[in-house]
């Protein structure tokens, strides 16, 4: 049986909680943890539970008994609390984004391979039906290789959402919705295409004049081959159709989900293949449901990680490459210049303060709300068929 705690019990901290519960058999939760304590007791009248409440982190860290932390706070407070758990001997499951520079995600890591713990960064759009089955899809190659992606992670969130303490900072969020929202679409991209070679980027922010952050970035990938993407991380998208296309040289696919594929007539005009999109179809149809999504299978594929029965899915290396890719549009938005890949320690946004000294300031944060009362919270669209 492995006990877990969660540090930070704000909005997110409940589909956690969630998730464990779909495992009784295997883990049971035993702490919660928040500086606001009355947060953290809160949790625990909310879902019938008794375990112990901390409000200093590291109190909670001296119980041998924890195997696995989840971490649901700010970004900037990440690193800090999954060296010290991992230091602890605790495996760790920490939310997006995984920290908020790259230099704290090396440490991160240097401390999950020194102390032999896993460390996972929550991912939980890979959990979802569209996004396995499109994943499988993509690698049966059937498609022909992939000469463009278009991501349009578009979100919408109102003026007061970046009220609260933390948001809208470069300091405290990190970023704007480069970081905290396309960062789902972004390890996507990553996880389904590889990373690009070069990134060009622009970034604005239209329409929340109480945040230092963009509400909207566009990013154009370069990769080795030859061949593009484009990304656009929006807040101010009104319905949130996000979508996910992939364009091979044979087929086209998307999440929503969407086969389409051409041939050329001898004049260069497209003409249905339809052959090849039964083909693809029948794969896809042939795929079985996952068991759990969401959070809820990002959660399991951690726990049967940990008790040795599956391979991790998302690492820290993984979230590694997400952050690196936001950190090159940061890069290359704010200073205006295209930026080369792997971005190492020399980059000018390597460091937090790197970040802070060089990232575009938009507007100052003029409110500060400590917590909303209304806890609710969407994380999302499941990409359902168009
Ligand atoms: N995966 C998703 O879809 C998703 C959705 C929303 C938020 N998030 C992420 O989850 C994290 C938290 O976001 P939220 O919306 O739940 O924020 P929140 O403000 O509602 O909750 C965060 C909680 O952490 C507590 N906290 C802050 N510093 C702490 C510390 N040092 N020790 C203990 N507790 C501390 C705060 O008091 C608060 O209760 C962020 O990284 C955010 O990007 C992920």
Redesign the pocket.
Known sequence: MLNIAI???????N?HVKGYQQFPETCRIVAF????VE?AAMMNEEFGLEVAVY?D?KEMLKNENIDLVSI????Y??A??SIASLDAGKHVLV???MASSLEECDRMNEAAERNGKILSV?A?NRFTNPMMKLKHILDTGLMGPIVHSQIDSFWWRGHSYYD?W?RGTWEKEGGGCTL?HAV?HIDICQWMRGMPSEITAVMSNTSHDNAEVEDISIAIFSYQDGTLGQITSSVIHHGEEQQVIFQGKRARVSAPWKVKASLSMENGFPQEDTKLEEEIQNVYNQMEDLSYEG?AGQIYNVLSAIEGKTGLLVDGRQGRQTLELITAIYQSSSLGEKVQLPLDPLSPFYTREGVLKNARHFFEKKTSVE?FAE?K?T??TFYNEN
């Open positions: 540090i930070g019990t704000g909005a997110i901290a589909t943890c928040d500086i606001y947060k409000q982190y649901c706070t700010p970004p407070t990440h800090e609390l939310e997006k984004p929550i939980q609260l933390w905290n789902h959070h917590n806890n919270i994380t999302g």
